[in-house]
């Protein structure tokens, strides 16, 4: 278990993304393939691939593509889910610049295996580079007649492929505040399952949605293209294929890794060139929402969604941080608290007020200004944001402090006693000298 | 009769300030480009962001009270329901910017790779603060949450491009070159943004783009 390139078979030839060169490496075959089969035959390949949704969720896919009415009575509609935001992963980011004909291909297989005829990519706005790169391969597919109507011949096939572009929101990232955000409204989440219909029955406009990541359609592509069994004979028991790993953080070589999933994280570090700057002292492996591994606990997880979570943490998004032992645990947890402060919709109080209330704490921990019950108040606040809104950005604001109490409590401990960080002379608590006071972590 | 000090009187402490004036700026273009978006979707509402993009672009980089008046008159929605959008999202600019709009990510892994040294050097350089726009009008300083290219801290989104592997050593000569530079502004990145919702236009290009 180590690399395996699969939906990175091709990224780096050159001008793979031009769709003559696309299609000289295979591009498009999954659609041609897809066409000649029965609509649910589409969706039982998915099913025998066992491929699970690469947002963060690990949502079995198939469930979602066969969840939508089998007929063309009403509309209904595919989106792709491009709202990449969670701190540590920029996958969908290189998938899009170089790949874009990838996800171009495994929309208009989900279109045509769910009876759709109209589907939305939602690109976060500041993504105007990649966003380029799908315009363009959008374009081109309606040229070669992969778009519009009567696709590749097939008699009532028709789908078009639209961009919607965001304005800056992590919270659009979230299916239901995605959807909020398509139809032109504040990016709030909406009542969900069991309270409320998932969206394949009542989604975007009211109609059945079928939401996934731009991963996941890439993945979609290659199963098609090559078939379920294929896809299934990667990975472990339960979590099937390959993932792309974005490692970031102090790491010689940052870069996207696509891993089979399964493989050890130490070997990730490995891969990717070892750790800088000094020893190992964490790894976030799923992006800023996962809770903290420390070193000694490392060796022990393998990158799967189930050897993650029964580490106490998850495999999310894939943004992989690597940290080093020059890293203040308590500074970082300031700045995800003031993260997930700013970007909070605002909709579901626990969440809104707890944010702000967590980085309070934070910040006075860290300007010299801890009091001795500080840690219970923070654990105090993080249990009653867990669980108690509308979406899972109130979780995810949680988790990652909770985590990092629990395994990193004694550097809490010093701040609060000390007024000073436990690191080393590199990391000081704000003072009137710098010009603007935030925190100063020493650069690797 | 007497009235509570909240309520929105005329001459009150709480009274409403004027309706903006009503201008008309979208040009003949800028209305072609709306109407097409807007027919991508069931409902012309969903226009609602795209059509801001395309008055951020109109009213050259910022949306005023006018600018959103004018996307709610022309989308059949009310000034609040567009104003609340336009508030919710942070790259709508309700206020001018500079000439060019550093929006440096100072979220973790930027964080951990020394983002705050490149942004207070940025400070003593441009003698601007975070939020402040230079003397000159030629720079907004801005710290922005996650940009998502971490693997390239620390990283820069000036208008429609990322410059990336920034420190504090080399950040000052990319922003002599931006100083002669009149690609990557606000309404660039608005025309790139608007342009990309639009079917062909990866042949005409859009913003700092060339195809």
Redesign the interface.
């Known amino acids: 278990m180590a690399i395996l390139n699969l939906l990175f078979e091709h990224r780096d030839v050159p001008n793979i993304e031009e769709i003559d060169v696309y299609e000289q490496h295979g591009g498009y075959a999954g659609l041609r393939r897809a066409i000649l089969l029965e609509r649910q035959a589409v969706v039982d390949e998915i099913k025998t691939s066992g491929l699970r949704g690469r947002g963060g969720a690990g949502f079995p896919t198939w469930i979602k593509w066969n969840g939508l009415p089998k007929n063309y009575d009403k509309?209904h509609y595919v989106i792709c889910n491009a709202d990449?935001?969670?701190?540590?992963?920029?996958k969908d980011?290189e998938l899009m610049l170089k790949l874009a004909h990838l996800l171009v291909e495994g929309m208009i297989i989900a279109g045509y295996a769910t009876y759709s005829k109209k589907g939305y990519i939602y690109i976060?706005?500041?993504?105007?580079?990649p966003?380029?790169q799908?315009?363009?391969a959008?374009?081109?597919a309606?040229e070669k007649g992969y778009l519009g109507k009567n696709i590749l011949g097939v008699e009532g096939f028709d789908y078009d492929l639209?961009?919607?572009?965001?304005?800056?929101?992590?919270e659009c990232g979230e299916e239901s505040a995605l959807m909020s955000?398509?139809?032109?409204?504040?990016?709030n989440p909406r009542l969900k399952a069991p309270h409320a219909p998932l969206p394949v029955v009542e989604g975007v406009?009211k109609a059945p949605t079928l939401i996934n990541n731009v991963e996941t359609y890439c993945a979609a592509t290659w199963i098609l293209a090559h078939s379920g069994a294929e896809y299934a004979k990667y990975g472990t028991e339960k979590s099937k294929g390959s993932k792309i790993m974005?490692?970031?953080?102090?790491i010689a070589r940052?870069?996207?890794y696509e891993i089979e999933l399964g493989t050890p994280l130490m070997e990730l570090i490995e891969i990717a060139g070892g750790v800088t700057g000094g020893q190992l002292k964490a790894v976030?492996p799923g992006g800023?929402s996962v809770q903290i591994v420390p070193a000694e606990q490392c060796p022990n997880v393998n990158l799967d969604y189930e050897s993650c979570q029964a580490n106490g943490t998850l495999l999310g998004s894939g943004?992989f941080?690597v940290?080093n032992d020059k890293?203040d645990i308590v500074l970082?947890m300031k700045?995800?608290a003031e993260?997930y402060m700013?970007?909070s919709?605002g909709k579901c109080t626990p969440c809104r007020e707890g944010t702000r209330w967590m980085y309070k704490i934070l910040d006075r921990i860290t300007s010299g200004g801890g009091q001795p019950g500080d840690i219970d108040l923070l654990l105090d606040i993080c249990g009653q944001i867990d669980g108690r809104s509308y979406c899972g950005l109130g979780d995810a604001a949680a988790w990652p402090i909770v985590a990092a109490i629990k395994r990193f409590r004694p550097e809490f401990e010093y701040w609060i006693e000390h007024k000073r960080s436990p690191v080393g002379p590199g990391h000081v608590p704000p003072t009137p000298e710098?010009?603007?006071p935030?925190?100063?972590?020493?650069?690797? | 009769m007497t009235t509570s000090p909240a309520s929105p009187v005329a001459g009150g402490p709480n009274e409403p300030q004027p309706a903006p004036e009503k201008e008309q700026r979208f040009s003949a273009q800028a209305i072609a480009e709306l109407e097409e978006i807007a027919s991508h979707y069931p409902e012309r509402k969903a226009a609602c962001l795209p059509g801001l993009w395309i008055a951020q672009r109109e009213y050259g980089g910022s949306l005023t009270p006018a600018a959103i008046q004018e996307v709610a008159d022309r989308l059949g929605l009310s000034y609040a329901e567009v104003e609340g959008v336009a508030t919710f999202y942070t790259m709508y600019n309700l206020r001018p910017r500079g000439k060019h709009h550093l929006e440096v990510c100072t979220c973790l892994t930027c964080a951990v790779k020394g983002a705050y040294d490149v942004v207070h050097k940025l400070e003593h350089e441009l003698g601007v603060e975070v939020g402040g726009t230079t003397a000159d009008g030629a720079f907004t300083l801005s710290e922005v949450e996650c940009l998502d290219f971490c693997g390239a801290a620390t990283v820069m989104q000036v208008g429609d491009k990322y410059f990336t592997n920034l420190t504090p050593d080399n950040v000052m000569e990319l922003i002599e070159t931006l100083r002669n530079s009149d690609d990557y502004t606000p309404a660039k990145l608005a025309d790139a943004i608007v342009k990309i919702h639009i079917p062909g236009t990866s042949r005409t290009g859009g913003g700092s783009y060339k195809p």
Request: charged share 20%.
């Open positions: 509309p990449e935001g969670e701190p540590g992963t920029y980011r976060r706005g500041e993504y105007v580079e966003a380029w799908v315009r363009k959008i374009d081109q309606y639209y961009i919607h572009l965001g304005a800056g929101s992590y955000s398509l139809m032109g409204e504040r990016g406009w974005s490692v970031s953080g102090h940052p870069a996207n976030i800023s943004g941080m940290l890293t970082l700045r995800t993260f700013h970007e919709c710098v010009l603007n935030l925190l100063t972590l020493t650069p690797a």
